[in-house]
């Protein structure tokens, strides 16, 4: 929070009445989390995909089934004259069948499909777990980027007010000077203008820090109109010397959701064809079922009454006409594993480029800072040469404003330099899966 009046009645950003929250960027990336619909959706997924593991698993358990059947016979009717003529309708005493019993299957052999279900179940449910880290990582560094924004408007708004402040004296000095008759009106008028511009360019920062801050808010499921105070150590770019290119780049191919998503794919897609092939493997399993039956028709003489019958043994099927069926859906699964294994390739490829350029421009941030730290020193020691010389009239106002102009934009261009090497910090750390 900045806590700064002037005397011109400009005053910090966030002093009103509306809620405040002092959030790090952990805190964020929490709530964010817990708020965002789209992981919420991601997270039933993953449990859904856990529970068809299971499902997949219970396929090796036998198959056992119960049945029963009830009916009632009709009359016996007798066509001795023909089919066109009436029967002779024979009455039955007992014209109720019933049936019931049970069955078992356990499957012994079926080319390895029910393994390989499970395998494949299994990869599902490492790819959804990959899916929703990835869509977490994208939205972690969605956040950081509205997190920085507003970190960026307050340094602005500070660096502003600070502006703002020494050009109201410094507009004052020349007043003063216009009163003794050293200056002209003009460098008055100037001194205004130039005044007035930065009061509109402090308005400007802090609507765009209310727009960030709606944004966050957004996100973390806050009241639009929360005030948000940013913690004290947001910025801190860092890189290890020894790390290079190469050790993010082996990094990434270990670690990045990416790459591990389209590895996955591609051996769903491996798994699909084995199971394709595997059609025209035979099925052998043993089986078992014992019923009893009303009435004993089955075996001469018959009887009304109730007979109990069992067996057990191997049973094996031969799907013969796979051998000819299956030809067209093996040619399409090696089709779809040749098509994967390129886009695996070319994720890889992709994986290497945003790798590299994040690692380029994270370095080309920490130099930028640097250099803006440099350019500061150099604007504040050429303001204030000019600054002597113009109020010992040794130079014009326009050299004075172009001087205060450099200054503060070097201030900006450091705060970039800042937020820039952090978000890019961010980056490598998202295109690596570390983030």
Same mark, same amino acid.
């Given at each position: 929070?900045?806590?700064?009046?002037?005397?011109?009645?400009?005053?910090?950003?966030?002093?009103?009445?509306?809620?405040?929250?002092?959030?790090?960027?952990?805190?964020?990336?929490?709530?964010?989390? #817990?708020?965002?619909?789209? *992981?919420?959706?991601?997270?039933?997924?993953?449990? &859904?995909?856990?529970?068809?593991?299971?499902?997949?698993?219970?396929?090796?358990?036998?198959?056992?089934?119960?049945?029963?059947?009830?009916?009632?016979?009709?009359?016996?009717?007798?066509?001795?004259?023909?089919?066109?003529?009436?029967?002779?309708?024979?009455?039955?005493?007992?014209?109720?069948?019933?049936?019931?019993?049970?069955?078992?299957?356990?499957?012994?052999?079926? &080319?390895?499909?029910?393994?390989?279900?499970?395998?494949?179940?299994?990869?599902?449910?490492? *790819? %959804?777990?990959?899916?929703?880290?990835?869509?977490?990582?994208?939205?972690? /560094?969605?956040?950081?980027? /509205? @997190?920085?924004?507003?970190?960026?408007?307050?340094?602005?708004?500070?660096?502003?007010?600070?502006?703002?402040?020494?050009?109201?004296?410094?507009?004052?000095?020349?007043?003063?000077?216009?009163?003794?008759?050293?200056?002209?009106?003009?460098?008055?008028?100037?001194?205004?203008?130039?005044?007035?511009?930065?009061?509109?360019?402090?308005?400007?920062?802090?609507?765009?820090?209310?727009?960030?801050?709606?944004?966050?808010?957004?996100?973390?499921?806050?009241?639009?109109? +929360?005030?948000?105070?940013?913690? +004290?150590?947001?910025?801190?770019?860092?890189?290890?010397?020894?790390? #290079?290119?190469?050790?993010?780049?082996?990094?990434?191919?270990?670690?990045?959701?990416?790459?591990?998503?389209?590895?996955?794919?591609?051996?769903?897609?491996?798994?699909?064809?084995?199971?394709?092939?595997?059609?025209?493997?035979?099925?052998?399993?043993?089986?078992?079922?014992?019923? @009893?039956?009303?009435?004993?028709?089955?075996? /001469?003489? @018959?009887?009304?009454?109730?007979?109990?019958?069992?067996?057990? &043994?191997?049973? +094996?099927?031969?799907?013969?006409?796979?051998?000819?069926?299956?030809?067209?859906?093996?040619?399409? %699964?090696?089709?779809?594993?040749?098509?994967?294994?390129?886009?695996?390739?070319?994720?890889?490829?992709?994986?290497?480029?945003?790798?590299?350029? +994040?690692?380029?421009?994270?370095?080309?941030?920490?130099?930028?800072?640097?250099?803006?730290?440099?350019?500061?020193?150099?604007?504040?020691?050429?303001?204030?040469?000019?600054?002597?010389?113009?109020?010992?009239?040794?130079?014009?106002?326009?050299?004075?404003?172009?001087?205060?102009?450099?200054?503060?934009?070097?201030?900006?261009?450091?705060?970039?330099?800042?937020?820039?090497?952090?978000?890019?910090? @961010?980056?490598?750390?998202? %295109?690596? &899966?570390?983030?």
């Amino acid at each position: 929070m900045l806590i700064c009046t002037l005397s011109g009645g400009i005053k910090a950003y966030g002093q009103n009445p509306e809620p405040t929250n002092t959030l790090t960027l952990s805190e964020v990336w929490k709530k964010t989390a #817990t708020y965002n619909k789209q *992981l919420q959706m991601q997270q039933l997924k993953v449990e &859904g995909a856990a529970e068809r593991v299971k499902t997949a698993k219970t396929e090796r358990l036998p198959e056992v089934a119960a049945n029963g059947r009830y009916g009632r016979f009709s009359n016996f009717a007798l066509y001795e004259d023909g089919l066109f003529k009436a029967p002779t309708q024979v009455p039955i005493e007992k014209k109720g069948t019933y049936q019931f019993g049970a069955e078992a299957y356990l499957n012994l052999y079926n &080319g390895g499909k029910t393994t390989r279900e499970i395998t494949a179940a299994q990869t599902e449910s490492e *790819l %959804a777990k990959d899916q929703m880290n990835l869509s977490e990582q994208e939205l972690r /560094y969605k956040a950081a980027a /509205y @997190y920085l924004d507003i970190y960026r408007n307050y340094k602005y708004e500070k660096v502003m007010l600070q502006d703002i402040a020494e050009r109201e004296k410094e507009l004052e000095e020349i007043r003063q000077l216009l009163k003794n008759g050293v200056v002209l009106k003009s460098d008055v008028l100037r001194a205004e203008l130039k005044l007035s511009k930065q009061k509109m360019s402090l308005l400007e920062i802090r609507n765009s820090l209310k727009i960030a801050m709606q944004r966050l808010n957004i996100m973390m499921g806050d009241p639009d109109s +929360a005030i948000i105070k940013i913690a +004290a150590d947001t910025i801190d770019p860092h890189v290890s010397p020894e790390r #290079t290119y190469e050790d993010y780049l082996h990094e990434a191919y270990d670690n990045s959701y990416e790459f591990k998503i389209s590895e996955k794919e591609t051996k769903l897609s491996e798994l699909k064809l084995k199971q394709v092939k595997a059609n025209i493997a035979p099925k052998v399993g043993l089986y078992a079922e014992y019923a @009893y039956t009303y009435p004993q028709i089955i075996l /001469y003489p @018959y009887a009304f009454t109730l007979y109990g019958l069992g067996q057990a &043994g191997v049973k +094996a099927t031969m799907p013969i006409s796979q051998l000819y069926m299956n030809k067209h859906r093996k040619a399409e %699964a090696k089709i779809n594993l040749m098509r994967q294994e390129i886009e695996h390739s070319d994720t890889q490829d992709k994986v290497r480029e945003d790798v590299r350029a +994040a690692y380029l421009r994270y370095t080309e941030a920490l130099t930028r800072i640097q250099v803006a730290k440099d350019n500061i020193a150099q604007a504040q020691e050429n303001f204030r040469i000019v600054n002597n010389t113009y109020f010992n009239q040794l130079s014009l106002m326009t050299d004075l404003l172009d001087a205060e102009t450099q200054l503060l934009q070097s201030r900006f261009d450091l705060t970039t330099a800042e937020v820039t090497a952090q978000l890019q910090y @961010y980056q490598l750390l998202k %295109a690596t &899966g570390n983030l």
